[in-house]
């Protein structure tokens, strides 16, 4: 006597849960950060011009090897959030449960390199209250230490909804943009202090 095989259960469809939470306030607060990163960035070609030495000698002193683990590390936590919302436009749920956790776990590496490169740093008497540019080079990166903080808080409760399949996909797609919006301010702060001084 054969045993009869159990029907295959289909997939559950993802069905949107709640309004797409902060998708329009997303863009706001983009445009809010841009905003503020250009007065900052502002305040630093100001003193770039007020202090030219300081900023040669301070630029050579920074871990070049820090600036591109973070730069790396914000990139590609970006490229998997992008590949998250392709694969939720797909209805490739379990491809995003992956992309997002993947992307989470990158970005979760940006503030332990900064941390390092802080403590490096300390080590080669750049603190805080050294000179001009270490005030606005510390002022630029823990600003925007900050701002990729708030990403990293946004991917963990999307990792969390999206393996709990209660999601709303413009809402994924809010953090993805507000990712980028960050990783653009950070290639601007690289080039600023690392690459190009």
Same mark, same amino acid.
């Given at each position: 006597?054969?045993?009869?095989?159990?029907?295959?259960?289909?997939?559950?469809?993802?069905?949107?849960?709640?309004?797409?939470?902060?998708?329009?306030?997303?863009?706001?607060?983009?445009?809010?950060?841009?905003?503020?990163?250009?007065?900052?960035?502002?305040?630093?070609?100001?003193?770039?011009?007020?202090?030219?030495?300081?900023?040669?000698?301070?630029?050579?002193?920074?871990?070049?090897?820090? &600036?591109?683990?973070?730069?790396?590390?914000?990139?590609?936590? &970006?490229?998997?959030?992008?590949?998250?919302?392709?694969?939720?436009?797909?209805?490739?749920?379990?491809?995003?449960?992956?992309?997002?956790?993947?992307?989470?776990?990158?970005?979760?590496?940006?503030?332990?390199?900064?941390?390092?490169?802080?403590?490096?740093?300390?080590?080669?008497?750049?603190?805080?209250?050294?000179?001009?540019?270490?005030?606005?080079?510390?002022?630029?990166?823990?600003?925007?230490?900050?701002?990729?903080?708030?990403?990293?808080?946004?991917?963990?409760?999307?990792?969390?909804?999206?393996?709990?399949?209660?999601?709303?996909?413009?809402?994924?797609?809010?953090?993805?943009?507000?990712?980028?919006?960050?990783?653009?301010?950070?290639?601007?702060?690289?080039?600023?202090?690392?690459?190009?001084?």
């Amino acid at each position: 006597m054969a045993i009869a095989a159990a029907p295959l259960m289909p997939a559950t469809p993802h069905v949107e849960h709640g309004p797409a939470l902060g998708y329009t306030g997303m863009w706001v607060g983009i445009c809010l950060e841009f905003f503020e990163f250009s007065v900052l960035f502002a305040v630093y070609f100001g003193a770039r011009v007020l202090d030219p030495a300081a900023f040669r000698d301070g630029a050579g002193r920074l871990s070049a090897l820090a &600036g591109m683990a973070i730069t790396l590390v914000m990139v590609s936590a &970006g490229f998997f959030m992008s590949r998250t919302v392709d694969a939720l436009r797909a209805d490739n749920q379990r491809a995003a449960r992956w992309w997002v956790l993947a992307a989470l776990l990158c970005a979760c590496l940006y503030p332990v390199i900064k941390y390092l490169e802080i403590q490096s740093n300390n080590a080669h008497h750049l603190s805080a209250a050294g000179n001009v540019f270490v005030t606005v080079y510390y002022y630029l990166t823990l600003n925007h230490l900050i701002h990729a903080s708030w990403g990293i808080m946004g991917m963990t409760w999307l990792t969390t909804c999206i393996w709990l399949n209660r999601f709303n996909r413009r809402s994924v797609e809010a953090l993805a943009v507000y990712w980028h919006a960050t990783d653009i301010v950070w290639l601007m702060i690289f080039s600023f202090f690392y690459a190009f001084v």
